[in-house]
């Protein structure tokens, strides 16, 4: 990588503990992470994770790319993100990449089956992170999917995630299995599926 990405990098990684962590190294590191633009960075970061053994250094390149893919519209960021996942095993990790991919636009034939094998994954942290990364889909399939997850789920917090996507691309389809949920018991997973029926209806009336 070049130099300046090497520095960027240490500083996004850097564990030192410090009074405030609005003063850490890290935390200044990634809201100047959260500005980049330059789309050659991209290879860069992603030839560096596979040999890379430092699962706080692999974290802060996926946040690298993510964030210049969402700064630039850039579905090839998103691409090399998703080519990226079936070699991470750390939960915070697989957490962050997911988070990424959902913040940047995906065409309808963007590839996304290797977040849909995570929809059920045991541990609830990949789990969120994968119905969130189906954000900004243009797939039906990914509604599809979401749709499957919100009927077969008990878990609140799933439903809620469900409800948060299917907001932003959720079609008519949608609004059948979300008006189940307007007799939930919980305030969180009810008020969230009136918002995302709402948005739903006013996006397609």
């Known amino acids: 990588m070049r ?23 890290s935390w200044l590191a990634h809201r100047e992470a959260e500005a980049l633009t330059d789309g050659t960075m ?4 992603a030839a560096s994770v596979p040999t890379e053994r430092s699962k706080h250094r692999r974290r802060s ?21 998703l ?3 079936e070699g991470e095993r750390d939960k915070y990790n697989l957490a962050t990449l997911l988070e990424c991919i959902g913040e940047i636009p995906k ?3 963007c590839d996304l089956s290797t977040v849909y094998g995570l929809l059920q994954d045991k541990r609830w942290l990949v789990r969120h992170a994968a119905i969130r990364a189906l954000n900004n889909s243009a797939s039906p399939e990914a509604e599809q999917r979401l ?9 609140p917090d799933d439903q809620v995630y469900c409800h948060a996507v299917l907001n932003r691309i959720g079609t008519r389809r949608a609004i059948g299995p979300i008006e189940l949920n307007l007799k939930s018991r919980k305030r969180d997973v009810k008020l969230s599926a009136q918002s995302a029926l709402a948005a739903i209806r006013a996006r397609h009336a």
């Not at 991209?42 to 970061?45: D, K, P, Q, S």
Request: one cysteine or more; charged letters at 15%.
């Open 42 to 45: 991209v290879g860069e970061l």
């Open 147 to 155: 749709l499957h997850h919100l009927a077969e789920t008990t878990d």
């Open 107 to 109: 065409a309808s034939e």
């Open 61 to 81: 390149c996926y946040f690298a790319i993510g964030k210049i893919g969402h700064n630039l519209r850039d579905a090839g960021a998103a691409a090399v993100l």
């Open 3 to 25: 130099p300046y990405l090497e520095d960027l990098i240490a500083r996004l990684a850097d564990q030192t503990p410090t009074p405030s962590s609005s003063s850490s190294v």
């Open 83 to 85: 080519s990226l996942l």
